[in-house]
């Protein structure tokens, strides 16, 4: 049953992730002022936390930074079948964040569940659950409201990408680690910084597209075989062109093995990044090494490269 969940999750994850009209809102002399982090109140403390959403008591590890704030918010999204405290200590981005001045909330899929529902999706309603996240941290902490961001590890990374249309625009950036073109481009994005890091040799969300699970067989084999996920290179440049980027992509070699296309003159002054390695696994590149996933370069840091991003990246 395992197998054959984890071909259905890729299979919803196929499709293209469509803006809906966001809902409507009170005029503002209606409504009350939300509460304000950064005005007082009793602070929410490191450590696990439980967000009743939907009836449900959701889960998410929170990471703070020193100082006083407004501190930008980076969500932390785990990949298919693996949990918050994995992705937590494999990404780093709770402790390298916080040495940034970012507060890092690394939320759980919903009980029982093995990936995250992408937006309009069947299953729990996790881009709600991912507003309301934001929405508690900027009522319980001294939040920058227009520096929040998100990043993932393959699934995750899709459910990140996908969260630029998903969230209306709120988010100023995000990044993918193995998962860019498990989603296609939303219709008409609001400009965000996109960075993206993919493995030639992924063998769960193949580089050149096509089938995904590369080692599958079985009943799991003919279900992988009826998804198709398109190329990297096409996914991200699909993006670049959703922002209005102007600029051909420019090409370099941050480290051996890595080609960096950049994509520059996009509305609202972000970038496009992607970052191909060659004969890199399904893997988070840096120090950590997971044999089972491929092989992992060693000398580019993913985890910093994300955090420079988001710290250049313009406002949303």
């Not at 969940?5 to 939300?34: D, I, K, M």
């Not at 040495?99 to 029982?112: H, K, L, S």
């Not at 998100?150 to 995000?174: I, P």
């Not at 002054?269 to 090494?289: A, D, F, K, N």
Request: hydrophobic fraction near 40%; include cysteine.
């Amino acid at each position: 049953m395992l197998r054959v969940a984890l071909a259905a999750l890729l299979l919803a994850g196929a499709g293209c992730a469509v803006r809906a009209p966001a809902p409507a809102r009170p005029s503002p002399s209606a409504a009350a002022p939300p509460p304000d982090g950064c005005a007082g109140g009793e602070p929410l403390k490191e450590g696990r936390h439980e967000l009743e959403f939907a009836g449900e008591a959701r889960v998410f590890l929170l990471s703070l930074p020193e100082g006083d704030g407004p501190h930008p918010v980076l969500l932390n999204l785990h990949g298919l079948g693996s949990n918050a405290r994995e992705q937590a200590a494999y990404s780093r981005l709770p402790q390298e964040g916080g040495r940034r001045g970012y507060i890092v909330a690394t939320p759980q899929v919903a009980e029982d569940r093995l990936a995250w529902t992408l937006p309009h999706g069947f299953g729990p309603d996790d881009t709600g659950f991912l507003r309301a996240l934001l929405d508690r941290l900027e009522q319980r902490l001294c939040v920058d409201r227009r520096r929040e961001f998100a990043a993932g590890l393959s699934y995750g990374g899709a459910m990140a990408t996908a969260l630029v249309c998903g969230l209306d625009g709120r988010l100023a950036g995000v990044a993918a680690v193995g998962g860019v073109n498990i989603v296609k481009p939303c219709q008409r994005p609001e400009p965000a910084t996109l960075v993206a890091f993919h493995g030639t040799a992924d063998r769960v969300v193949p580089y050149r597209g096509g089938h995904p699970l590369s080692d599958a067989s079985g009943d799991l084999r003919k279900l992988a075989d009826l998804v198709t996920l398109q190329p990297v290179e096409r996914v991200t440049g699909g993006w670049a062109g959703a922002f209005g980027c102007r600029s051909p992509a420019a090409a370099s070699s941050p480290v051996p093995q890595v080609r960096l296309r950049t994509w520059t003159g996009c509305a609202g002054g972000v970038r496009v990044r992607l970052y191909t390695i060659s004969g890199g696994g399904h893997t988070w590149s840096g120090p950590i090494e997971v044999p089972r996933l491929g092989a992992t370069n060693r000398q580019l840091d993913a985890t910093r490269l994300i955090l420079d991003a988001f710290d250049a990246a313009p406002p949303a």
